[in-house]
């Protein structure tokens, strides 16, 4: 076995120690990964919620990477130490199912195997995240990061990036069309840019008034104040698609209604129960739609965009030491727009 340093979860305390993690002896076909930037999701936050009554799992969160091979397995001819490259939420799938044949791992029939907390497939082991110096990783679910990225801010585009770009590129965005993104955070921002980049006319709706200069900072062609009554009547039906990434959870009609006819709601932010009038939908010919990250295909184009726009996510960017503080501060929301962590402290 291998061994590195990464950072793992008490579960009675939410608090995150260093310590010494194992890491499987390379198979054929795996790359090793020195991970120099990790990004922090929210879903980190959440998964640490869950561990608190699992005592007996092992939880290091972290799953939209950015870092170097160190080392290849024997069978491996994409890559060679010292590539630079890009690992997001899944690290393998089965392979087989018409998702998987399709290019979308994300959906497998038989559930992906997640980058930490979940199972390998061959030996049955509990992934463990990014947030660790050294990553072992199965060398197809491992992307070549495009020269003129900066490897800091590439690595959320492993997990917000790609959970936006999927809908935008599967709803046909493009010059001519007309966007609106609800929720200015960690996706929000990516999907304004990315709508923007690919030519759409794009609105941001926050319930924040302050976010006008941010949202056209970041390109945006309008601003919409959320719990202004007059704002949202004036932009109804006006809208080819709507991102929803809004974490909380909360009423989509007010969206629904700036959705034009034959548009679409894509809801992406909260990912519980929701509840929608027919009328909603029925009026205007509307429909309601979701996406997770992304597959393999989608992931290499987006990184393939993003090289040839310059965009990356805008970040504050911590040692990994503070990992604690960077988890308590964005669960206040105290971030513009995605943390990421410097994994060097860990040498």
């Not at 087989?96 to 049955?124: H, I, K």
């Not at 007059?230 to 629904?256: G, K």
Request: net charge negative; aromatic share 6%.
């Amino acid at each position: 076995m291998r061994t590195t340093i990464g950072w793992q979860a008490d579960p009675a305390t939410h608090v995150l120690h260093r310590t010494r993690l194992r890491r499987r002896d390379l198979r054929p076909d795996d790359v090793a990964v020195r991970v120099d930037y990790c990004g922090v999701c929210f879903s980190d936050l959440h998964a640490l919620r869950a561990h608190k009554s699992d005592t007996d799992g092992t939880l290091v969160p972290g799953h939209e990477f950015t870092g170097t091979v160190s080392e290849v397995g024997g069978a491996v001819t994409g890559f060679a130490p010292g590539d630079p490259v890009a690992v997001g939420n899944i690290v393998d799938s089965c392979g087989t199912c018409p998702m998987c044949r399709a290019g979308q791992e994300n959906f497998c029939r038989g559930f992906p195997t997640l980058t930490y907390g979940g199972t390998d497939r061959r030996d049955g082991a509990t992934t463990l995240g990014g947030y660790s110096r050294e990553y072992v990783v199965r060398d197809t679910f491992a992307h070549h990061l495009p020269a003129g990225l900066d490897a800091a801010g590439a690595a959320p585009l492993l997990c917000a990036g790609v959970t936006v770009w999927e809908p935008l590129r599967a709803l046909g965005v493009g010059p001519g069309s007309t966007v609106a993104v609800a929720g200015l955070g960690g996706l929000g921002h990516l999907a304004v840019k990315l709508a923007v980049a690919l030519g759409a006319t794009t609105t941001v709706i926050s319930r924040t008034p302050g976010k006008a200069e941010e949202a056209y900072g970041l390109g945006a062609d309008g601003f919409v104040v959320s719990t202004d009554a007059a704002q949202m009547e004036a932009v109804r039906d006006r809208f080819d698609v709507v991102i929803d990434t809004v974490s909380a959870p909360h009423d989509l009609t007010p969206y629904l209604r700036t959705v034009a006819m034959d548009g679409t709601l894509s809801h992406l932010g909260h990912l519980g129960p929701v509840t929608v009038e027919t009328t909603d939908l029925l009026i205007g010919r509307k429909r309601l739609s979701s996406a997770g990250s992304g597959g393999r295909p989608s992931t290499a184009d987006l990184l393939r965009f993003c090289a040839e726009h310059g965009i990356t996510a805008d970040i504050e960017l911590l040692p990994s030491s503070q990992v604690n503080t960077a988890l308590e501060r964005l669960e206040r929301n105290d971030v513009r727009y995605r943390f990421v962590l410097d994994m060097s402290d860990l040498d």
